[in-house]
């Protein structure tokens, strides 16, 4: 048993003791800050608490991961592979948590002492931090924003390797501006920021950078990003079939694309024959409307889709962030520059933001944001059990930066500097979801087990850790008592 003293003026005081007579409960073999953690007899433990924003420090961030390694983070593998949830930690996390709809977490359990270090992490969003002092037997509140933010540049921390080829009716480039990524990170590919930049038929750096073609025209060159992003062009232009099939199989393997209005020709393919290729079937009833002769109208009030976990969490963070309001029993959400291409998601795909549009008689319903995991048809594993999804594709039916040039011909000059809009807000959570671990949306997100936390044959250790059962080796499917460490005997 390891006990915590607490001295007062030099003094020792029974009433102190009473309060800080601290174990760890077993402590045998422990190892790095494992020894450092203590608990009060009658339960009570070290805390953490805060608040994880984004770059900026303006907007919480809901499903981070935060927690306190018990060994060496590592560098994240270039490329993209498949990151499922639960399997894109490093360093043994020792205690874990993830936070609320409002941005909030409270880590329990946590070592005492100077220095602790702490990660905050969602996807390959990564930042470590270190806290001056954690006291025993004690909650400590984290209120330096800077120290729970997500990294501006690659000094601070990881930030994903990301593509944008612009275009010229959503300037999405000066979302990520706003969201505190610093202009430095903005480069040419071969730059050596973790936004490289490409141009399709929108804002352009100076000097010119790649055309967006040069993006998805190659398989090998979207194979090295974790996430891309493809704007609205202002018309549906039609992709070559070869980069329909680029991007396929980018998502196939685990890559994120978070496309806007015209871009759904990355999806359905471009009217009349908009069902040929038709890259992504069975994932909603696309009707295309490229003359826009049914556009919603402006602003167009949408309600929150909570009839499913991240849904849910998702309308209550919209209220928190100033930018949703309750109205007829939901949550809604203002947006402009709306238009009406998806009348319905098919299963498999997930509904964030809709309503009737009563630009059509009777009203039709328009879906404004879905989002949907790839492969749409994962093929079975070689065991039989379900494939794996390891990408995303998220699709907004709207403009997210509706109003955000200056009129300068070339960025970060032609970004607006002004508040987030509530609806950039709404995709601020939209594209950190997306860089987001991957797991079924119709479940609520879960955290793995850390160090010495109870597990079992079917819940998973964090990354790098095992299953154990009481003889050391792998917890099976009749064990109970079974906790996670680092080393099998």
């Not at 889709?305 to 928190?320: E, I, R, S, Y």
């Amino acid at each position: 048993m390891k006990r915590c003293f607490l001295w007062v003026l030099g003094a020792f005081t029974a009433s102190v003791w009473a309060a800080c007579n601290c174990g760890h409960g077993n402590n045998d073999g422990c190892v790095n800050l494992e020894c450092q953690q203590v608990t009060r007899p009658d339960g009570g433990t070290t805390t953490l608490t805060g608040t994880v924003y984004d770059p900026s420090g303006q907007v919480p961030l809901y499903n981070a991961l935060v927690y306190v390694p018990n060994g060496q983070t590592q560098p994240f593998t270039p490329g993209v592979t498949c990151d499922r949830c639960g399997a894109v930690t490093s360093g043994s996390p020792l205690v874990i948590t993830l936070t609320r709809p409002d941005g909030t977490f409270s880590l329990q359990n946590v070592p005492t002492g100077n220095n602790i270090p702490l990660v905050i992490q969602i996807g390959r969003w990564r930042r470590q931090v270190t806290i001056p002092s954690v006291a025993s037997c004690s909650s400590t509140p984290i209120t330096d924003v800077n120290l729970v933010r997500m990294p501006r540049n690659q000094s601070e921390g990881d930030i994903p390797l990301m593509a944008i080829a612009t275009g010229n009716a959503d300037p999405f480039e000066c979302l990520l501006r706003k969201i505190g990524i610093a202009d430095s990170e903005f480069t040419p590919p071969d730059g050596g920021g973790r936004v490289h930049y490409y141009r399709e038929n929108g804002i352009d750096m100076s000097p010119p950078t790649p055309p967006g073609s040069a993006l998805w025209s190659d398989d090998g060159t979207l194979m090295n990003y974790d996430v891309v992003l493809l704007p609205c062009e202002g018309a549906p232009n039609q992709k070559p079939f070869s980069a329909n099939q680029n991007i396929i199989n980018y998502t196939s393997a685990g890559g994120r694309v978070f496309t806007t209005h015209f871009g759904y020709v990355w999806i359905v393919g471009v009217p009349p024959g908009y069902f040929v290729p038709n890259p992504f079937p069975l994932t909603g009833d696309w009707r295309p409307d490229p003359n826009q002769v049914h556009n919603p109208p402006d602003p167009f009030a949408v309600q929150v889709d909570q009839t499913f976990p991240k849904g849910d969490a998702f309308a209550h963070w919209l209220v928190n962030v100033d930018a949703g309001y309750l109205g007829s029993g939901s949550t809604l959400l203002d947006l402009h520059q709306t238009r009406h291409d998806l009348f319905g998601v098919d299963v498999g795909s997930t509904r964030w933001l809709w309503n009737p549009n009563p630009s059509y008689t009777p009203p039709q319903i328009s879906v404004q944001h879905m989002t949907f995991n790839t492969p749409v048809n994962p093929p079975a594993q070689p065991d039989g059990g379900a494939g794996l999804q390891c990408g995303r594709l998220v699709f907004s039916d709207f403009h997210v930066t509706a109003d955000a040039l200056t009129g300068a011909p070339n960025f970060p000059a032609s970004c607006k500097v002004a508040p987030l809009t509530p609806q950039e807000k709404a995709l601020v959570f939209m594209l950190f979801d997306v860089s987001s671990c991957i797991q079924a949306d119709t479940a609520p997100p879960t955290v793995c087990a850390g160090v010495r936390q109870s597990c079992s044959a079917a819940t998973a250790c964090c990354n790098g850790l095992f299953c154990k059962n009481s003889a050391g080796q792998v917890c099976g499917a009749s064990d109970t008592g079974c906790d996670c460490g680092a080393r099998l005997n």
